[in-house]
């Protein structure tokens, strides 16, 4: 695990996109602060950059640098993405029009390891083509998306993903209406 690492954050760190597993589905990542990473990232899915993408962090205390606000919730121990309002640290276009981001806490070891090697947020969004479905495992991800990203994590590559997170948002009231 710590070579996938090792070569995932280097990719990180000069700007890449990689495609890796979470502790939900095969994601496509990127430095959640490199507006160019993320940009590219969007044109790969061919999605429009008005539909934001989620971001996750390794724990409670690198969610704290991106938001003061901090459900009252059990946000560990399954895979709830989250999103929050006024978000910052983040890169422009990863913030909704109204400044909210969508960040969950993963739970997944190697994306742990990953994030706080890394320190800061990176990018999950499914390795899909936008409005195509996610893939449920490796073999399933288009050759469009293998053949453009700057480096594949070689773990998990048979193993079935399981279902995509919860959503949830925080409205300014502090009120939490769930969205997926």
Known sequence: MKKEIDKALATLKQGGIILYPTDTIWGIGCDATNTIAIAKIF??????????????????????????????????SSPITIVYPNAKGLGQNLLAE????????????????????????????SA?????????????????????????VNLRHNELMSTPSSILMINEDSSITKIR
């Open 43 to 76: 044109k790969l899915k061919k999605r429009v950059d008005t539909k934001a993408l989620i971001s996750l962090v390794a724990n409670k205390q690198q969610l704290k640098t991106i938001t003061e606000t901090i459900p009252n919730l059990d946000i560990t």
């Open 128 to 152: 899909n083509i936008s409005k195509e479905i996610a893939p449920k495992q490796f073999s399933e991800i288009p050759k469009e998306i293998k053949n453009n990203v700057d480096y594949i």
């Open 98 to 125: 109204n400044g909210s981001a969508a960040i969950r806490i993963v739970q997944d070891e190697f994306c742990q390891k990953l994030i706080l090697s890394f320190g800061k947020a990176i990018v999950s969004t």
